[in-house]
Nanobody, 115 residues
């Protein structure tokens, strides 16, 4: 059973930055894809960014140029660097990995952008 532990959420002012972390319980290069999703109040969960086993990244149009996803195998961690945050990025952010056609999710970390 893959376990994912997220951290790094919190309250940030508009224009600020946060870095989310997701630590996996096993070698991250076992995963086909690692990524971040978010769910805002009253909305469906949506993709934010992914990175595949080859290191190719993919971003939602709404975060391109603002967010960066990256990883480190030795630390079994994938990060999401979020810059120039605005109110619409307020959501619970979830780490996701895909392994052998199964999806695994972290518990979520709240990001609130507010002045």
């Amino acid at each position: 059973q893959v376990q994912l532990v997220e951290s790094g959420g919190g309250l940030v002012q508009p224009g600020g930055s946060l870095r989310l972390s997701c630590v996996a319980s096993e070698n991250i290069f076992n995963f086909n894809i690692m990524g971040w999703y978010r769910q805002a109040p009253g909305k469906q969960r949506e993709l934010v960014a992914t990175i595949n086993v080859g290191g190719i990244t993919n971003y939602a149009d709404s975060v391109k140029g603002r967010f960066t996803i990256y990883r480190d195998g030795a630390e079994k961690t994938v990060w999401l660097q979020m810059n120039s945050l605005s109110h619409e990025y307020t959501a619970v952010y979830y780490c996701n990995v895909q392994l052998l056609r199964r999806n695994y999710w972290g518990q979520g970390t709240q990001v609130t952008v507010s002045s």
